[in-house]
């Protein structure tokens, strides 16, 4: 609801973190010639390089602890693993750049660095405002404060930086160094971009013009369809749990309890205490809250819609009464109004467990772990459900990479520990969502590949009665022909079968309105008043008459030509460096080991006789 503002950190602070990162992957890494720190074992190799197990930590230490500074709460097993993937990713590129670097030769001399640091200051430091002046970026401030005793030690920390920025600019001058548009392609762009067509298009959606009555198949079909087209039915692992749940959404006394304290905190600004002290030291919001709960000037829609009726009618200067809307309750002060716009400032008390509310439920969530979480007994989830007057509820199947659902409630790190664990009869830690904490136990892991016929007869069948669907279609498609030979309109011959047809454009080839690339370059290569043949594509069969067409200006390309030769240049040289680099990671034999370093690491959990009940 509210927009949020982080604080800049000091320059020397900032670049250090930085600096930090480029450390940790280029020299610790063991993918630039040193061999870092000593370990045995290996988290994977790029092109046959080794990258250290250890120094991969390390970095996943660093980045996790680099994020966790940035959230609220506690980072969760998803967030670990997309930190880890990360960091995984910035070591396999990192290796990829330095063998690159290395066959083509090139080198970066002090010099060269000395310069850069000199002539183009990080972007971290212009938007200091020691380095600022009337709110503009100073550069003989810049300049003043490298030549300072201080600057020593962020210098040689940017050296890193500067050095790894031009290494990457000198090799992708090479790759795009014989980039060259000609004009034939510059005036093939423009007219793509300017010539414009209008067509009169029948479609024959096969899934939409054949009804499923005329369309059945019979089991032996479908048998025959399943043998055919086993790829099609491809299943990614999948996972059976179990569950139990505790309910952590407030009551009614926990939103009695928050609408006290709202009162309470108005009370105490009504007596005289500074609202914007007050904000500080008791709204939730934390990004208005440093600013003395300061929301600046916004207009409607903006906000929650009690919190922008309130707003909007609220006496200036007036201190609201609590304000509930979905995020607890709001003390709002308005100090300038128009029709459209206000300047307020608020302070939110979120509804939140409370006294006796909160002290149960911590001591249930306390005998649930102790009864079960975290263990490898199953039977251990149902005795913990019985003793405490839980159900067990059931979920599944969940998809090895996606995340698991229940109802309309996300729950984080249920299918990544699933899939970490891989052992039915585990049982999960605890896992908190802001409504409920939960304990899964794997019941069963489907492994990946094509399940038996009788698991996904339903989509077999589905897909078979499509197949049957698209060979009426296409009949259909020959009986419009067939109709328009004999002297039938195609308007006329659309109506017969009840197909629809629409007028599209004029469009343009780079903003077409249709997504079928057949069709928008078919139309493109027609006359007016001609006819396309009929298009047999893989998301319907379309036949089309063009009605207009709008040629490109060759008078204005001729007087913009420069100017587009030089965006075309621009976005050429972009094209072919992103897909050199692309290339690289791609033509890269890259082994992952993480899962082998992931399972050595796991702690071996106890049995049941060693968990105390």
Known sequence: MMNYFRKYAAPLIVITGLA??????????????????????????????????????????????????????????????????????????????????????????????????????????????????????????????????G????????????????????????????VFVP??????????????????????????AVPDSTAAVTPAEVAQYYHEHPDDFKRPAEAYLSFVSLDRAPNAADTAAALAHARAVRDEIIKGAPFAEVAKRESADSASAVKGGDLGEFGRGAMTKPFEAAAFSLPIGTVSEPVLTEFGYHIIQVSKRTKDKVTARHILIPITLDGPHRDLLDTRADSLERLAADRLDGPALDTAAKIMGLRVGRVGPVAQGTQMVLGTLLVPDASTWAFQTLKPGSVSPLIETTDAIFTFRIDSIQPAGVPPLAQVRLAVEAAARDARKLTIARAIGQDLLKRIGEGSSLDQAADAHHLPHRILGPFTRVKPQIGNPLVVGTAFGLAVGQRSPLLDTPDGIYLFDVTARQPADSADFVKNESQLMLTAMTRARQDRARAYLQALRTNAKIVDDRAKLFQAQAPQQPGAADMPL
């Open 151 to 178: 600057a020593a030690q962020v210098i040689d920390i940017l050296q890193d930086r500067y050095r790894e920025q031009i290494m990457q600019a000198k090799l992708l001058r090479q790759v795009v160094t014989d």
């Open 20 to 149: 930090f990162l480029i450390w940790m992957v280029v020299d610790l890494s063991g993918v630039t010639g040193g061999g870092g720190f000593t370990s045995a074992s290996s988290a994977g190799k790029v092109d046959g390089i080794t990258i250290d197990a250890r120094n991969y930590e390390l970095a996943v230490q660093n980045a996790t602890e680099q994020q966790q500074k940035q959230t609220t709460g506690t980072l969760g097993i998803d967030d670990i693993q997309r930190i880890r993937d990360q960091v995984w990713e910035q070591f396999v590129d990192q290796a990829v750049l330095q063998s690159e670097y290395g066959k083509r030769g090139l080198v970066v001399h002090p010099a060269e660095i000395a310069a850069a640091i000199e002539q183009s200051p990080p972007e971290e430091i212009q938007s200091q405002p020691d380095f600022q002046t009337n709110g503009q970026f100073d550069m003989d401030k810049y300049h003043r404060w490298l030549r300072s005793p």
């Open 183 to 208: 004009q034939a392609q510059l005036w093939q762009q423009y007219r793509d971009e300017h010539e414009t067509v209008t067509i009169d298009l029948t479609a024959i959606i096969a899934r939409n």
